[in-house]
T-cell receptor
């Protein structure tokens, strides 16, 4: 089954304790992206990746890091989490090309609470 | 900067009635527009994608139209059912790197 898998689904942690949210897709997609969803602000892009070793900032990258060492994986790293990073996080993927009109597929989300 | 608006924010209809959900965007230079469904505690499920060259797209009871010149898209859901209760999001892709700009969503409740 084609899917985007995020882990963990839920995490409660404390300020400053490094954490990683993993994202994996089995559709051989080139493009992967992270979004956060907050009440009243909707979904906003954090980082994206066009392919292995190619990443760039989205609209709200502060406090986050990403890496793309393998095509299928795109982990989101919070090196020193703070309470304002409490949010619902989504990973997405799609195929990509010059006339990219493929739908983006989303994971089930990761709810992070930073105390 | 592209801005996407969805009105109304919430909608309640009796079962069997047709649903009409609206999405507007400020910049008509888009690649595509995608409609999603989000259930509580769940991820986003892609419903329909309309390319910029298309006027509408259909899947079962769902029909989405796109009027780029006026910056509007409408999602029609025929003969609504309680299982259609969810939040519906529209998202516009207007940059070459694939970023989606989302509206805030319309929360739909279909009452039996």
């Amino acid at each position: 089954e084609a899917q985007v898998t995020q882990n963990p689904r839920y995490l409660i942690t404390v300020t400053g304790k490094k954490l990683t949210v993993t994202c994996s897709q089995n559709m051989n997609h080139e493009y992967m992206s992270w979004y956060r969803q907050d009440p009243g602000l909707g979904l906003r892009q954090i980082y994206y990746s066009m392919n292995v070793e190619v990443t760039d900032k989205g609209d709200v990258p502060e406090g986050y890091k990403v890496s793309r060492k393998e095509k299928r994986n795109f982990p989101l790293i919070l090196e020193s989490p703070s309470p304002n990073q409490t949010s619902l996080y989504f990973c997405a993927s799609s195929s990509w090309g010059p006339s990219n009109n493929q739908p983006q597929h989303f994971g089930d989300g990761t709810r992070l609470s930073i105390l | 900067k592209q801005e996407v608006t969805q009105i109304p924010a919430a909608l309640s209809v009796p079962e069997g009635e047709n649903l009409v959900l609206n999405c507007s965007f400020t910049d008509s230079a888009i690649y595509n527009l995608q409609w999603f469904r989000q259930d509580p505690g769940k991820g986003l499920t892609s419903l329909l994608l309309i390319q910029s060259s298309q006027r509408e797209q259909t899947s079962g009871r769902l029909n989405a139209s796109l009027d780029k010149s006026s910056g509007r898209s409408t999602l029609y859901i025929a003969a609504s059912q309680p299982g259609d209760s969810a939040t519906y999001l529209c998202a516009v892709r207007s940059d070459s790197w694939g970023k989606l700009q989302f509206g805030a969503g319309t929360q739909v409740v279909v009452t039996p």
